[in-house]
């Protein structure tokens, strides 16, 4: 396809690959629904998603994992690197299949069709991404059974348009849940999806990325902020997602009684701290005015304080002095 072109695995994404590995791309490094390229550290879901990409034979993508840990950068950032156009919606409890495929609008004293994302990505080989699928009403997905597939999307609406997909059409799904509902309580408006729905997704988890790549992510966006103070910033960040996830507490570390907690420093609210940690630099406790910012002002009080009592073990001396 003459608005294609192929890209190097390794160079394109800094990682080791196979000599001569490639993946097709798009040609239009100017499309203004390329994604932003932005610092990013891959890791082990690239290899996944380019499989996806490469070869989907059928299915869609569905990454799931806990909130803040990279499940839509990922696909973001690879799509990113291929110049591949994305259209993005976030999901919720009231939208309906319409609001994908489009609908009339007044338009300069008329009315016309206005395709909408669905429409838009299958007809241009544009990447669907649909966020938090699972607060969707599952009665609406299953709409997107057939179109996954690959079968021509039909839209009524427009006197029955028919639009076959583009060979590099995609749909990506992402969910705190891998559609079996939330137990945790955790997520509110998370619902149970449809089995035939999820039957054509491919399911990759995504979890919190190790510490090695958190640091060289905060080396890259907060190059102010001494190493030894990032390296702890980690630490208390997988703490509390330990504790977040209801897994066991690293030796040595206190947690608050039941062991777990509701909210999360994610790879995202970790990376606000370090900022705000530079930004507040010279405040009495710049790290604790930070993570308050950050994280903890939005959870209750026990919590709060059992927080800040995990941050103030982890980080010593540093902890009430200037960053």
């Known amino acids: 396809m003459s608005n294609t072109k192929r890209f190097d695995v390794a160079s394109t994404f800094g990682v080791k690959a196979p000599r001569g590995l490639s993946i097709e791309g798009f040609a239009d490094t100017g499309h203004p629904q390329v994604p932003v390229k932005q610092p ?3 890791r082990q879901g690239l290899n996944a998603v380019l499989a996806f990409l490469r070869a989907p034979e059928g299915d869609g993508l569905l990454l799931t994992g806990p909130t803040g840990c990279g499940k839509t950068s990922l696909v973001r950032q ?6 591949w156009p994305v259209q993005e ?18 338009i300069a004293g008329g009315t016309c069709f206005v395709h909408g994302p669905l429409a838009v990505a299958a007809r241009e ?18 709409g997107l059974n057939d179109i996954v597939e690959g079968a021509p999307l039909t839209i009524a609406q427009n006197g029955g348009e028919l639009i076959r997909p583009h060979a590099m059409f995609r749909v990506i799904a992402t969910g705190n849940s891998a559609g079996a509902g939330d137990a945790t309580g955790l997520y509110q408006g998370v619902l149970r999806q449809n089995l035939a729905f999820l039957d054509r997704f491919r399911v990759l988890i995504v979890s919190y990325p190790e510490a090695e790549v958190e640091q060289s992510l905060l080396k890259e966006l907060v190059p102010e902020l001494p190493q030894e103070i990032a390296e702890k910033l980690i630490v208390v960040a997988n703490e509390v997602r330990r504790l977040f996830l209801g897994e066991q507490s690293a030796d040595g ?27 507040f630099k010279g405040a009495p406790n710049p790290l ?13 009080a026990e919590e709060r304080a059992a927080i800040q009592r995990i941050a103030a073990d982890v980080l010593g001396a540093l902890w009430g002095a200037p960053a």
């Open 89 to 106: 919606v976030t999901c919720h409890g009231r939208m309906e299949l319409g609001d994908l495929l489009g609908g009339f609008q007044l």
């Open 40 to 42: 990013y550290v891959f």
């Open 125 to 142: 080989g544009h990447l669907l991404i649909l966020n938090e699928i699972d607060l969707m009403d599952p009665a609406e997905l299953a």
């Open 288 to 300: 604790a005015y930070a993570l308050d910012q950050a994280l903890t002002a939005r959870a209750a």
């Open 253 to 279: 570390i206190p947690h608050p009684a039941g062991g777990e907690l509701t909210v999360t420093l994610s790879t995202r609210a970790l990376v606000r701290w370090a900022r705000l940690t530079v930004t």
């Open 78 to 83: 690879i799509a990113a690197r291929l110049y």
